[in-house]
Every structure is written in C-alpha cells, then in structure tokens.
C-alpha cells in the first residue's frame, strides 16, 4: 500500500490511484522540476508494476528459477528442492554478494528487493539507511516497502547521478539512457516512454 503511504505523507486523498493530483503534489513534495518528475514517476510505476508491488517476489516453480537463475541452480533436481520457498531462494540466490553473508545468514531474504526501484542487498540497504540518516532501515527493512518506498528511489537516482539525464529533457534518447542504467537493458521501454510524456504533460 505504498502509493496510499505516499498520499498520506504529501496531504492528498488516500485513494491508492495515481492521477495528476498525487503526481503534482509528489513532485513539489520531492521538490522535483518538470523533467526529473516526470522520468523519475515514469521508470518507477513502470517498475513496480504501475506502483503495486514493492517488495520483490521470488516464488517461482523449478521452471522459472532454471530459467531466471539458472546459474544458482544448475541441475533440475537442485531447482526441485528449492521452488516455491522464497526465503530459500532469495537466501541463496543473494548469498556472498552485495554486502549479504552466505546462505545461511537470511541476509538474501532480510535485504531482498524492496520499494519503487527495487533496493536489494545489505550494503545498499546500509548506503540508504546511513544517506537518510535512519539507523532503523537495517533492523526493519520492511520501510523500504512502506514508509521509505520512494525515498530509497530518490536515492538510487543521487547515487547513480541519474538526475543528469533527466534534466536533458524528456526525449526517446534521454529515456533510453534512463532506462539502461535502471533495468541494465530496455525492457518495458514504450511503456516508459508513454508514462514519461503523459506525467509531463500532467505538469
């Protein structure tokens, strides 16, 4: 329920739907100009499956875990063992790196991807608790999906200096920058591309 977390904290109807009202008043809130408003709502509704889901689903059947993390699981048995416990997977699909222990720690699970963009593993959980100045984010990594869900956004774009390409206007090149350095490819790139200009012109 992140976008009705949202409304609440920028004093507009609680409605759980994303119009022109939230967006303008989520803007002035983020203190965002035109064009960082308008690619940064864009990438993450696209993102979060038009601001649904905000914390990561990792349950998936032997299929989809050969398939989407097949290097983790490199026989069908292995795939077997683990399919339909997500805890299980994301401790081990998340295990030794990002900061995250090994498989037994639960750090994959605990760190899993969570808010508008996705945060995932201890160490940028740590980065974004230590950027905001709230300790609390590594006891309760639940914030990322709730109160802190666009905050941690906001900081993957400082972070990755992404606020750069947005304020080169709101063009298919700019889009496509955008979209690389968030998704590593171009998934979803026309549906990007139509949210960006409809927020625009919501402005």
């Known amino acids: 329920m992140s976008l009705v977390t ?18 303008k008043k989520a803007a002035a809130f983020y203190k965002l100009s ?20 905000f914390s990561e689903n990792l349950n998936y059947g032997a299929k989809g ?19 339909r416990q997500p805890k299980k997977i994301a401790n081990r699909v998340y295990a030794n790196r990002m ?6 720690s639960g750090d994959g699970w605990k760190f899993r ?3 508008a963009l996705q945060l995932t593993g201890k160490a940028n959980y740590q ?7 709230r300790p609390e984010v590594m006891h309760d990594p639940d914030l990322v999906s709730g109160e802190l ?15 750069r390409i947005c304020d080169q206007g709101t063009g298919d090149v700019a889009i496509h920058a955008l979209t690389k350095r968030i998704n ?9 591309k139509a949210k960006t200009r409809k927020y625009k012109q919501w402005l």
């Not at 980065?127 to 100045?133: K, M, S, T």
């Not at 590593?184 to 990007?192: A, E, M, S």
Request: hydrophobic fraction near 35%.
């Open 99 to 104: 900061g995250n222990g090994n498989e037994a």
């Open 184 to 192: 590593g490819g171009t998934h979803g790139l026309d549906d990007r």
């Open 34 to 53: 035109h064009n960082r408003a308008a690619h940064f709502f864009a990438q993450t509704a696209h993102e979060s499956g038009g601001f649904k889901a």
């Open 113 to 115: 991807g969570r808010g």
């Open 65 to 83: 875990l050969r398939s989407v993390f097949g290097k983790y699981f490199p026989t069908y048995a292995m795939a077997k063992a683990y399919e």
């Open 149 to 163: 869900c666009f905050e941690s956004a906001l900081w993957f774009f400082d972070r990755n200096k992404l606020w």
């Open 6 to 23: 949202l409304q609440q904290k920028i004093g507009v109807t609680a409605d759980g739907a994303f119009g022109p009202g939230t967006y």
């Open 127 to 133: 980065a974004f608790a230590d950027y905001i100045n």
